[in-house]
């Protein structure tokens, strides 16, 4: 048959299946191959046996659709994921065809994935782990500070929320000064005190209404109009009813670890960001993510409201634990994870000590600083066991004090120098005139060591090279490959379930780049 004359591009042909037309190495076909593995629809909530309205769209589809989106492109956007399925064959591939939009995956997500989105991330690292042989022992741990989705300018401190709450405290107490002086003549008086509830002040706010008859549809207000004394300090007393009221909302939402929160976001903490690009080192709402990377897979993800990451670890140790049911035997991570609380939580459940601390650099690098005479740690012994200096000064015990924060009980010991006076080196050992005080604990001191003796080990240079190239390198990864630098999500909750879908897309993403590099050196 001539088709020279009757063929056109438009036309339909062969083949009619999608797979067909895709790639053997297609990554859409090997993340299809693995969620059908895993089982992936047991992680979906039971469907209701009757429903109004038209049929849903299939649910496993729309969950493979959206990990995919997550595995293809780092963070997929609800409306990229929309015209991908109208437009890119391998999510028409995944949909069959089916094109929902964008309202229809936030819903799926919202409902189908905030209580199992852990399980499916623990069920593809335990695929990972179990084909690619992902040593879980060795973890490398880091932390970054991401930008919230909130206004910049939106902050609520709390020192300065609590300031304002005492200074309303003494006009309250101002206001019923005055309002004693007119109600001597009815036998009432209202009680002072230096804090006051919201409650309370109602009650109050209660009687003197009854008691001076007061109405508020008999309120005056406007030009013309002069409010009576009564209701002058009615209205007053309300005002600062909703104001102290406000204030024990901001203070409660901060709660006891942190001290500011985003009015646009009640969940993100004002941090300092390395990125300053407002360029006026202005402090920004975040949050504090934290990762454990093993054989650079992302082996554990958490998000904090923490500042610091030393108080990250422990939380992260136990998302760790709660998800595989072991602790791993090493974890490796910078300076800004030492401290007695996590070096003892380690020692508790057995794990070894390969986290630096804050010194660690002056301790193995700085000759000077390690062997300066006038640190308390290099003080010698004499032979009553006391301390003594480079003049031959004995130092007595003179108070314990426990240290603020601190988990475990720890004390730090102090100890007083009998007699500086005249001592020839008095401007290097101190900088005050009085004796110096010194202060001690044996067991930190115990434990630095150990963690020195780790790091400096052939195998502890092996783990901080690695913890630098895997940890570091996973952030950088996700922020200038994969183009994930700030949280699009509001809410701690919401953030936490963005973060596993980012990082299922991760793993997905560096295995199957790991089995490409494997099939081209075959």
């Not at 942190?258 to 969940?267: A, C, L, P, V």
């Amino acid at each position: 048959m001539n088709t020279k004359h009757y063929y056109s591009p438009k036309q339909g042909r062969l083949p009619v299946f999608i797979s067909d037309i895709l790639n053997i190495c297609d990554p859409v076909l090997a993340f299809d191959r693995i969620m059908e593995e895993i089982e992936i629809d047991k992680y979906l909530k039971p469907e209701p046996f009757s429903r109004l309205g038209r049929p849903g769209y299939n649910r496993v589809n729309m969950l493979k659709t959206i990990l995919f989106g997550f595995m293809d492109t780092g963070y997929a956007s609800l409306r990229e994921l929309e015209d991908r399925c109208k437009t890119n064959i391998r999510y028409m591939y995944l949909m069959d065809y089916e094109t929902p939009s964008y309202r229809s995956f936030s819903y799926f997500i919202n409902e189908e994935l905030t209580d199992s989105v852990q399980g499916i991330f623990k069920a593809i690292m335990s695929y990972i782990k179990k084909t690619d042989g992902v040593d879980l022992q060795h973890l490398y741990i880091d932390g970054s500070k991401f930008e919230a989705n909130a206004n910049k300018y939106s902050w609520v401190w709390k020192k300065a929320t609590e300031k304002s709450r005492y200074r309303l405290y003494a006009n309250i107490t101002a206001l019923f000064t005055e309002m004693n002086e007119t109600l001597a003549y009815t036998g009432m008086k209202i009680d002072t005190g230096t804090e006051y509830t919201p409650e309370c002040l109602e009650t109050i706010l209660d009687r003197y209404a009854y008691v001076c008859q007061i109405d508020e549809k008999d309120f005056v207000a406007g030009r013309g109009h002069r409010k009576s004394r009564e209701q002058r300090y009615y209205e007053k007393l309300k005002g600062y009813i909703d104001k102290l009221r406000e204030y024990v909302v901001k203070i409660k939402i901060c709660g006891p670890d942190r001290n500011s929160y985003s009015k646009t976001d009640s969940s993100a903490t004002f941090m300092r960001i390395k990125t300053d690009y407002m360029g006026n080192d202005q402090l920004l709402p975040a949050y504090n993510i934290q990762i454990g990377v093993a054989d650079e897979y992302i082996a554990v993800v958490d998000v904090m409201q923490y500042r610091s990451d030393i108080d990250c670890f422990i939380p992260l140790m136990e998302k760790f634990h709660e998800m595989y049911g072991f602790y791993p035997k090493y974890p490796v991570a910078d300076a800004g994870y030492g401290s007695y609380d996590n070096y003892l939580f380690c020692q508790e459940h057995g794990m070894e000590k390969y986290m630096k601390f804050t010194m660690y650099k002056k301790e193995t690098s700085d000759d000077k600083y390690h062997n300066d005479p006038f640190r308390a740690v290099n003080f010698k012994t004499n032979e009553n066991g006391k301390m003594v200096c480079p003049n031959g000064k004995e130092f007595n015990f003179a108070y314990r004090k426990p240290i603020k924060g601190n988990q475990y009980g720890r004390q730090e010991e102090y100890y007083t120098c009998e007699d500086c006076s005249g001592c020839p080196y008095a401007e290097k050992c101190k900088k005050t005139d009085k004796n110096r005080t010194v202060r001690i604990n044996e067991e930190l001191s115990a434990m630095h060591k150990e963690v020195i003796d780790n790091l400096e080990s052939i195998h502890g240079a092996m783990l901080r090279m690695n913890r630098s190239i895997q940890a570091e390198g996973t952030f950088g990864i996700m922020k200038y490959d994969r183009w994930y630098k700030r949280t699009v999500r509001r809410g701690l909750e919401s953030v936490r379930l963005e973060l596993f879908l980012v990082s299922i897309g991760h793993n997905l993403y560096k295995y199957h780049n790991k089995r490409m590099k494997l099939r081209e050196a075959a």
